[in-house]
């Protein structure tokens, strides 16, 4: 008789990426971190936004944090690539890319198969937490924190950023205050203007 390590099954990528696509959806928790799938024609299923809601008693209390996480063909073989789009100060975390550096995240360092997308941001919340990252100085609230995200995603959103940016103007003002969210929504205009100008 073989032995019973020989008769595991291994779950197909897909198989297993549509597990936490459904996951995803339904939601994680108490709803302090979710993700999901970028485009839904992504037959690859390869780019995903996770979000974190940072943690109570900590610098990160109240702020709201966007990541990407890109799913290579060799997944979950291997790690996503994890990076965060709002500007955060972490020791795991590049402060000029944003990247989640493997050697300085042993989730990453040390990857088994059976980890997730969900895992990953759990237990970057946990070293948001940690007593190294709970009181470090953080990048300063408004603009700074969108400016790259709008630069990365114009290109996705540019043929309804002006509709888009009305859905999520209610958030910025509360987030950044009334006076910062106008000013957000000028620089969102002239950005999305000059993208048109650049394309005649």
Same mark, same amino acid.
């Given at each position: ?5 020989? #008769?595991?099954?291994?779950? @197909?990528? #897909? ?18 971190? #979710? ?11 390869? /780019? ?42 972490? #020791? ?37 937490? /940690? ?8 990048? @300063?609230?408004?603009? /700074? ?15 309804? /950023? ?39």
């Amino acid at each position: 008789m073989g032995s019973e390590g020989s #008769s595991q099954v291994v779950v @197909p990528r #897909s198989f297993r990426l549509l597990e936490e696509l459904e996951r995803g959806e339904k939601g994680i928790g108490d709803g302090t971190v #979710s993700y999901g799938m970028d485009d839904a024609d992504d037959v690859y299923m390869q /780019s995903w936004t996770g979000t974190i809601i940072g943690p109570p008693n900590t610098v990160h209390e109240g702020r709201i944090y966007q990541l990407k996480l890109f799913c290579g063909k060799d997944y979950p073989d291997n790690p996503p690539t994890v990076r965060f789009q709002t500007r955060i100060n972490m #020791s795991c975390v590049n402060l000029e890319t944003g990247v989640v550096e493997p050697h300085r995240f042993p989730m990453l360092l040390d990857w088994k198969r059976e980890c997730t997308m969900e895992d990953i941001l759990i237990q970057l919340k946990k070293e948001m937490m /940690s007593p190294q990252n709970r009181k470090l100085s953080q990048p @300063p609230d408004g603009p /700074s924190l969108l400016i790259c995200f709008f630069v990365d995603e114009l290109e996705i959103y540019e043929s309804y /950023s002006i509709p888009l940016f009305s859905c999520l103007f209610p958030f910025f003002a509360l987030n950044c205050g009334l006076r910062d969210a106008f000013s957000i929504e000028m620089l969102w205009i002239w950005l999305f203007n000059q993208r048109i100008l650049l394309k005649i």
